[in-house]
């Protein structure tokens, strides 16, 4: 493979790869760096990579593992509610093979803009121990057992546990494929496979 742009907004990986005998370009969230969150250089990053994959119709891999956007008064002000858009709008409107794989967190709009389902993946695929949510279980175990975690006689076990509980119970790869958002949930040890036979599909 052929990495692009390796030193520029490191917590999203870019590259050109072969997969089964066919040239793609792989866009992957890098959770070593702050967690693998979308940041103005990052979603920037991936649209102009997108552009030229759309100019060449370069099919798509994206490897989605990310806790959502970056929050800070400096993002904002150096444009991410724009490069975010642009981000939706580039996977909306191109039209080469996208294919999606979400390998850990994929929370809130994050997920959208990261070739999600509502922005025209051809396919969407989870490993069987991803994290997809609307929200952080941690916000969303506040959100749906709050009473339950305050009156609890020891709060701070309780939020762990009803995390946990939010976890089993909304967020899980299941719960995504019920709803649309995902086709399909794989193990690991069949991406590969996986891949190539989604690029055959609908290369």
Do not use: H
């Not at 070739?115 to 609307?134: L, R």
């Amino acid at each position: 493979y052929i990495e692009l742009f390796p030193d520029y907004a490191r917590s999203v990986s870019t590259c050109f790869a072969k997969i089964g005998n066919k040239s793609v370009c792989i866009i992957a969230n890098q959770p070593s760096e702050n967690n693998g969150v979308l940041d103005t250089n990052a979603c920037s990053k991936i649209s102009s990579v997108l552009a030229f994959c759309d100019k060449f119709n370069m099919p798509v891999v994206t490897l989605t593992n990310t806790c959502g956007f970056a929050v800070s008064v400096d993002e904002e002000n150096n444009g991410l509610s724009s490069a975010a858009a642009l981000l939706a709008a580039s996977f909306a409107n191109s039209e080469m093979t996208k294919i999606n794989i979400i390998t850990g967190k994929a929370y809130g709009s994050a997920y959208i803009v990261m070739n999600g389902k509502n922005t025209g993946a051809d396919i969407v695929y989870a490993w069987d121990k991803a994290d997809i949510s609307v929200i952080t279980p941690e916000a969303g175990a506040l959100l749906v057992y709050n009473n339950e975690i305050k009156s609890s006689a020891n709060p701070n076990d309780a939020r762990k546990e009803y995390i946990q509980k939010y976890r089993d119970e909304f967020s899980t790869p299941y719960q995504a494929a019920y709803k649309g958002l995902v086709d399909d949930i794989i193990s690991p040890a069949e991406t590969r496979a996986r891949i190539i036979s989604a690029l055959y599909l609908f290369g």
